[in-house]
């Protein structure tokens, strides 16, 4: 048995999501940092939130054949969230100023416009953009630290396929 908390908001999302189905399918990701090669399913929701935290307690089962979990290791649960017309960006093309998100966008005549844009989701190299960006704005990925707005650049553009295949390479 595998023993989390969830957050309020969190919880809501996930009760929306299952459309009342508590017995969803989760993995636990190990100290390690491996994850955990058996599937998991959501066994209990408690009644009531921890009100000093905001967190209701959820319980899942873990089959454990190879006895690898351990009464009191730690982990993360994962669960998944779907995300319909999702558009994603690689983290590198982002730059923070003042806790804000920024991107370059390229235009049609090769000029840089600093874009604000807000996150809703961060998977590994990847964000999920909630808004800032349209579908069909160029971005710019590599480079950041040596343009500025207003500037004019020659864009050698790559299908997404191939920059996200190039994104687990990448080191600054």
Do not use: C, W
Not at 93 to 109: M, P
Not at 131 to 145: F, M, S, T, V
């Amino acid at each position: 048995m595998v023993y989390f908390n969830v957050p309020e908001a969190e919880y809501l999302d996930y009760k929306q999501q299952n459309n009342g189905d508590e017995h969803a399918k989760v993995q636990l990701r190990m100290a390690n940092g491996k994850v955990f090669d058996q599937t998991g399913v959501i066994e209990t929701i408690e009644a009531d939130f921890d009100n000093t935290a905001g967190n209701i307690e959820f319980r899942a089962a873990f089959p454990n054949p190879d006895k690898v979990l351990r009464h009191g290791e730690t982990g993360s649960i994962l669960m998944k969230k779907p995300y319909k017309n999702a558009l994603i960006i690689p983290q590198k093309a982002t730059f923070e100023i003042l806790d804000k998100t920024y991107v370059y966008v390229i235009g049609n005549d090769g000029t840089l416009e600093q874009r604000l844009i807000s996150i809703e989701a961060e998977i590994p190299h990847l964000f999920i953009v909630k808004d800032g960006l349209k579908e069909g704005d160029k971005i710019l990925i590599d480079g950041l630290r040596k343009v500025r707005a207003g500037q004019k650049v020659e864009a050698d553009f790559k299908p997404p396929e191939k920059v996200r295949a190039e994104l687990e390479l990448y080191t600054e």
